[in-house]
């Protein structure tokens, strides 16, 4: 008998394009266009050769205490991890145990049933409404656990924070994850994060690599009750001791003590998604009302699939996403002003020879 015959076989998530080229105008995986703000860098640079000698504080306690002041929570709610992705697949080990079916959209972020896949999680999608929001009542119990991103992924649509509510209160018996990958460009309070005072089943998921520009650095992190995070943490000790490097474990607690360059930042690349929505409105697309920092749309009369080549070849990569249900959409992050107006002259020079 062969090896192959003994060996999990998965499909893998497939990420974005990281194109080598550097002209190329980059809006396929929802970096942020600005960069982390210069405490961020300085910190990392006071990082002494010898300190790169020794392990680091596997426990991430001043990082974690970062977190929690900034949250409001105490240290053994939060839990951090190398990026939300590495967080999210350890609750997925941690918490979606019971044999039951695990509960997310048909249309939300791709990884969630790669991850069940690898793991051997049996799961079940729920459609999206015809409008693609989010119907809470698909999610109203007997599961084995309940995940969706708030902003959802792709269509960037929320969900209000009462009806996430609704959805944790009828499911104290299993794990509900929220992703909240995007709430930052929701503006306004739409964080659950004030529901874990009421709910110890609730785990808030959150990462630095969109709206702080730290996707290069690998941080994320969890928020619940402190028995969520204990049985996190747990999990966490059995694996890898140490996911958190030292320059990691330095930039996301110097992101966190700047809020004034977070915010302006935040502010800037809303901006420029209600500029863009509204200039691509003109162009004959329909957007859906996105809160986060991406816009999901779909043009009139011609095909995505085209509009996507045709982006490609101009040096401006989107996403695309050949799936039922979504493969007249486009995915677009938002940019820089002066991108998000490349991308719509070449559009707009793209239509007029349609
Ligand atoms: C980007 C994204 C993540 C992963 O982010 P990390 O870079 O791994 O922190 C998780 N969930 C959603 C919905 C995302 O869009």
Known sequence: MSWEA???????????????ERDVIKLNTNENPYPPPPGVIAAIQSIRAEQYRLYPDPDAGRLRQAL????????????????????????????????????????????YDVWANLYGIPFEVRPLRQDLTIDPSAYMGGSGGIIFPNPNAPTGILTEPEDVESIVRANEDVVVIVDEAYIDFSGGNKSVVPLLARYDNLLVVRTFSKSRSLAGLRIGYALGGE???????????????????????????ASIRDDVYFRKTLEKVIETREWTKQKLAELGFVCTDSQSNFLFVSHKRIPARELFAALKKAGIYVRYFPRPRIDNYLRISIGTQAQMEALTACLQEYLNQY
Do not use: W
């Open 6 to 20: 003994n060996v999990r076989r998965v499909v893998p998530y497939t990420p974005g394009e990281q194109p080598g």
């Open 227 to 253: 028995k969520l995070i204990g049985c996190l943490q747990d999990v966490k000790f059995s694996f890898n001791s140490y996911t958190m490097n030292l320059p990691s474990l330095a930039a996301g607690e």
């Open 68 to 111: 929690a002041d900034y949250h409001g929570l105490k240290k053994e709610q939060v839990f951090v991890g190398v990026g939300s992705d590495d967080v999210l697949a350890l609750a997925f080990l941690t918490f979606f145990n019971s044999g039951r079916p695990v509960l997310f959209p048909d249309i939300t972020y791709s990884f």
